[in-house]
């Protein structure tokens, strides 16, 4: 039992009464403490009973990371009194929730449900486990609370803000590889699919002599790119990917609030590895995945279809940065004695100096042996921006130089690792998954798988 600001009022209204009585008051005080109590313990009696009340939490399996959700409670009156409620429920502060209470009135054998918003903040599994209850009797004198067992998990996973460029871009390639438009991908695929009347926009070199003399008129051979290929990413959660950045330059004042937000780089390069993912398996290609720090944290073996896009999300979920420096080499070895058929490698790390020229560049020759290497790396769209911006003030300006003077530095680590025979994606995060993507399908076309 949990009294209300009314009960003190009360009482507190029986001694305003009794006060100018003096000591012919005595009485009356006693009389008017005695009627509070016993209104309180009827209060107590009417009040619905919190263990009586059924109350659910209903709430989506799986949310997004910065991505607001929604949150309902569902409170059942069995009884046959109304019932006013208040609900508090013991999210974790992760979700940040708008409100974690909610005020009801149930009518007698009604159900009625309230809403709330949560913006989870950190990925991974959510359990929440109680929701408090106290039900207020008709005076409004006293609560009776108890916490109900209400459990509920919910999964957050990485945001995914490049879904709807991804999806066109996977269209696209599709409809280029069955030949729907005449526009089509270079190198035409390496894999022979059917034959085809020419037409003005063929190459010549596609003409099938023997078809033509056979037909007595022009046949072009159409080719598609080979599928079940092979693609592995390798996602470094060191330190240097604890850093936070914007998809955009932090002054930009055109944009509206961004889905990410200032997020580690470690978020932006999940993004990327989601949209390469999608767009491979897509093309009907094995993808797998390789996590690690300082040690190996998580492996996916390659494999194709829709359902490697859910794993791999999944095996995402439950990664966070560490603030450790990484292994690459422990990393690569790890690769090379699980998954020995060519494929392309793709490194999502960072491009500090530091731990490219003592760690990276030295262990990239484990892997150029036998794959294709893709070094890609998420770029702070601020430096980028303060490097060119024109300087309004000595801040700006050191600030400029300092900005020039660590472009200048990636770009001579990424020259590093191109001399090591890696190819180098360096772009800012709304950029870094289109080029990914169109580093893999011109791989691809190519033959170079």
């Not at 991505?67 to 409170?75: F, I, K, N, Q, S």
């Not at 046959?80 to 992760?94: K, N």
């Not at 262990?363 to 790396?377: D, I």
């Amino acid at each position: 039992m949990i009294p209300t600001r009314r009960l003190p009022a009360a009482l507190l209204a029986v001694g305003l009464v009794v006060l100018p009585m003096g000591t012919w008051g005595a009485g009356v005080w006693v009389l008017g403490n005695v009627a509070v109590l016993v209104a309180v313990v009827v209060d107590v009696v009417l009040a619905v009973s919190p263990r009586r009340m059924e109350v659910q939490r209903e709430v989506d399996p799986v949310l997004v990371i910065d991505t607001d959700a929604r949150l309902r409670w569902v409170v059942t009156n069995p009884t046959r009194r109304r019932a006013r409620v208040h609900l508090a429920d013991a999210l974790p502060e992760s979700l940040r929730a708008v409100d974690r209470r909610a005020r009801l009135v149930v009518p007698a054998g009604a159900r009625v449900h309230a809403d709330g918003t949560v913006r989870p903040a950190r990925r991974g599994v959510h359990d929440l486990a109680t929701i408090t209850v106290r039900s207020r009797g008709p005076l409004g004198l006293v609560d009776r609370q108890r916490s109900l067992p209400v459990h509920t998990r919910v999964r957050v996973h990485p945001a995914f803000p490049s879904r709807q460029e991804t999806e066109l871009r996977l269209h696209r390639a599709l409809r280029l590889s069955e030949g729907v438009r005449t526009v089509r991908l270079r190198g035409q695929g390496t894999d022979f699919e059917s034959l085809r009347d020419y037409t003005p926009d063929d190459e010549t070199r596609r003409i099938d002599w023997a078809a033509t003399a056979r037909a007595l008129r022009p046949i072009v051979r159409t080719y598609r790119a080979e599928r079940n290929q092979h693609v592995l990413i390798l996602l470094d959660h060191g330190r240097t990917m604890a850093g936070r950045m914007g998809r955009r330059p932090i002054d930009d004042r055109h944009d509206g609030p961004e889905l990410l937000g200032r997020a580690p780089r470690l978020e932006h390069a999940m993004d990327a590895a989601m949209a390469l993912t999608r767009i491979a398996t897509g093309l009907g290609d094995r993808v797998g995945l390789v996590t690690f720090s300082d040690v190996v944290t998580g492996t996916l073996p390659p494999r194709g279809g829709n359902a490697q896009m859910t794993r791999l999300v999944q095996a995402l979920a439950d990664i966070e940065p560490e603030l450790v420096e990484p292994d690459y080499r422990g990393a690569f070895g790890e690769a090379l004695a699980r998954y020995r058929r060519r494929a392309l490698v793709v490194v999502l790390t960072d491009l500090a100096a530091g731990p490219v020229h003592e760690s990276l560049a030295p262990a990239l020759p484990l892997l150029g042996r036998r794959h294709l290497v893709l070094v890609a790396a998420p770029a702070d769209p601020s430096v980028g921006s303060w490097a060119v911006d024109a300087p309004r003030d000595p801040t700006a300006a050191y600030r400029m130089a300092a900005a020039v003077e660590a472009e200048a530095t990636r770009r001579r680590t990424a020259r590093v690792l191109q001399t090591g025979g890696a190819t180098v994606v360096d772009a800012v995060p709304t950029l870094l998954p289109g080029r990914i993507v169109d580093a893999y399908l011109d791989l691809k076309a190519a033959g170079a798988l």
